[in-house]
């Protein structure tokens, strides 16, 4: 029996182009799994980003809060040992409360990084579960902290 | 040639994100620390009880 070179040749290059075809396919397939979990992080990146920028302006914030809470524990505690009122007593607690009203001041920061165009670009950027989430939590501090500007809604 | 540069500029992308994201847990994690510590200073301060003698 006598094989026709011409059908050989053709079918070593058919099994060539279907080896290389398969390599192809191979490493496409790769390259499409490295994409998503590359995307995935990405978008799990900007999702860390975008709540440790909104942190980073709650928690000084707060910082301060607590500090002022504090001076005012702290002069209170004197008054009680003490038993004395002083105007100057009066003065310092006058200005401490003065301070702890920044209350208001982190509500006015957070309406306006809650508006900002940045703090948007990037919650429309993460995926929606996480931005409601994102949303949900700075309501509630939101809410929280307006409880706190006005102690008898509480 | 071009899908070996492709997958080397994604491994390089990836290894970017991983670093991004190491440097972002980092700083969640000291952020958290500070908001912890004012929960906590804010608790301790609220759990202060002025009974005693000494009340005005």
Redesign the interface.
């Known amino acids: 029996m006598e094989f026709p070179v011409e059908q050989v040749i053709i079918g070593i290059f058919a099994l060539f182009g279907a080896a290389v075809t398969g390599i192809?396919s191979v490493?496409?397939t790769?390259?499409s799994k490295?994409?998503s979990?590359?995307e995935k992080?990405?978008n799990?990146?900007q999702t860390?980003?975008a709540?440790?920028d909104i942190?980073?302006q709650?928690?000084p914030a707060?910082?301060r809060?607590?500090e002022a809470?504090?001076k005012i524990?702290e002069i209170?505690?004197n008054?009680?040992?003490a038993?004395t009122?002083t105007s100057q007593q009066l003065r310092s607690i006058q200005l401490i409360l003065e301070n702890r009203c920044q209350a208001l001041d982190v509500v006015k920061a957070l309406q306006s990084l809650m508006e900002s165009r940045h703090v948007h670009d990037q919650l429309e950027k993460i995926d929606e579960p996480a931005h409601e989430d994102v949303k949900e939590i700075l309501d509630e501090i939101v809410e929280k902290l307006e409880c706190d500007k006005n102690p008898n809604e509480r | 040639m071009k899908?070996l540069k492709?997958?080397r500029r994604?491994?390089e992308?990836?290894m970017l994100?991983?670093e991004?994201?190491r440097r972002?847990?980092e700083?969640?994690e000291a952020?958290?620390l500070?908001?912890n510590k004012?929960r906590y200073?804010?608790l301790k301060?609220f759990s202060?009880k002025?009974k005693g003698d000494?009340?005005?």
């Open positions: 192809f490493y496409n790769k390259i490295k994409v979990q590359v992080k990405t799990g990146n860390l980003t709540g440790n942190l980073d709650i928690v707060l910082e809060k607590d809470l504090d524990a209170l505690d008054i009680l040992r038993q009122l | 899908i492709a997958l994604l491994d992308l990836a994100e991983a991004k994201e972002e847990l700083r969640r952020l958290m500070r908001l004012s200073n804010n301060l202060l002025p000494n009340v005005c």
